[in-house]
Nanobody, 126 residues
Framework: QVQLVESGGGLVQAGGSLRLSCAAS????????MGWFRQAPGKEREYVAA????????DYADSVKGRFTISRDNAKNTVYLQMNSLKPEDTAVYYC???????????????????WGQGTQVTVSS
């Protein structure tokens, strides 16, 4: 079993920045691709970004490309999401997720991920 714990959410004005962190409980982290998703009230969970286990590959949703950066520190079992130029439409609960499949593909579908954190709220005011 892997536990994922997100932190770093909060309230920020439009144009501001936040950095989310997600700490994993086991060394499985270093052999797993990681993803970030978000869910706004009344909407489906939406893909944000993903990173390969070695950090050699990253992928972003078009809505955040150029504004958000995903990174990871395998020594700390932690993945990060740096969010810049935030917009009110970025408001959501943000979740990190772990894909334990050992594959090289970065998936955009929630069902491809095996473990999820509890989420952290990000609110962007206009």
């Amino acid at each position: 079993q892997v536990q994922l714990v997100e932190s770093g959410g909060g309230l920020v004005q439009a144009g501001g920045s936040l950095r989310l962190s997600c700490a994993a409980s086991r060394r499985t982290f270093s052999t797993s691709a990681m993803g970030w998703f978000r869910q706004a009230p009344g909407k489906e969970r939406e893909y944000v970004a993903a990173i390969s286990r070695s950090a050699g590959s990253t992928d972003y949703a078009d809505s955040v490309k150029g504004r958000f950066t995903i990174s990871r520190d395998n020594a700390k079992n932690t993945v990060y999401l740096q969010m810049n130029s935030l917009k009110p439409e970025d408001t959501a609960v943000y979740y990190c997720a772990l894909d334990r499949s050992f594959g090289s593909i970065l998936y955009r579908t929630p069902s491809s991920y095996d473990y999820w954190g509890q989420g952290t709220q990000v609110t962007v005011s206009s």
